[in-house]
């Protein structure tokens, strides 16, 4: 079945960069698009980032553009989220996501807390 399986949140200052990953498993990864979500504490699940399956195109929120980087290794079924410059106000918990026709699949997530 798929997974998707994040890693790599944790605590860091504001200023400061963080990598998550999600390596997926079950379906042919190099064939669907990927997206980021996360959800703030309190606040709906918001989309972060896309990209699409070969990778050549990706889209992103007003409030992360030119700060995070969106990519993926379709070698490695894994997508990236590279978030430079961060503040306090990405502060949530991060989520990988697929869809696979009318299916939408989501990971068990990752925190991330920016605070001095």
């Known amino acids: 079945q798929v997974q998707l399986v994040e890693s790599g949140g944790g605590l860091v200052q504001p200023g400061g960069s963080l990598r998550l990953s999600c390596a997926a498993s079950?379906?042919?990864?190099?064939?669907?698009?990927m997206s980021w979500y996360r959800q703030a504490p309190g606040k709906e699940r918001d989309l972060v980032a896309g990209?699409?399956?070969?990778?050549?195109?990706?889209n992103y929120a007003d409030s992360v553009k030119g700060r995070f980087t969106i990519s993926r290794d379709n070698a490695k079924n894994t997508v990236y989220l590279q978030m430079n410059s961060l503040k306090p106000e990405d502060t949530a918990v991060y989520y990988c996501?697929?869809?696979?026709?009318?299916?939408?699949?989501w990971g068990q997530g990752t925190r991330v807390t920016v605070s001095s």
């Open positions: 996501f697929t869809r696979r026709g009318l299916t939408g699949y």
């Open positions: 079950g379906f042919t990864f190099s064939t669907e698009g």
């Open positions: 990209i699409t399956s070969a990778g050549d195109m990706t």
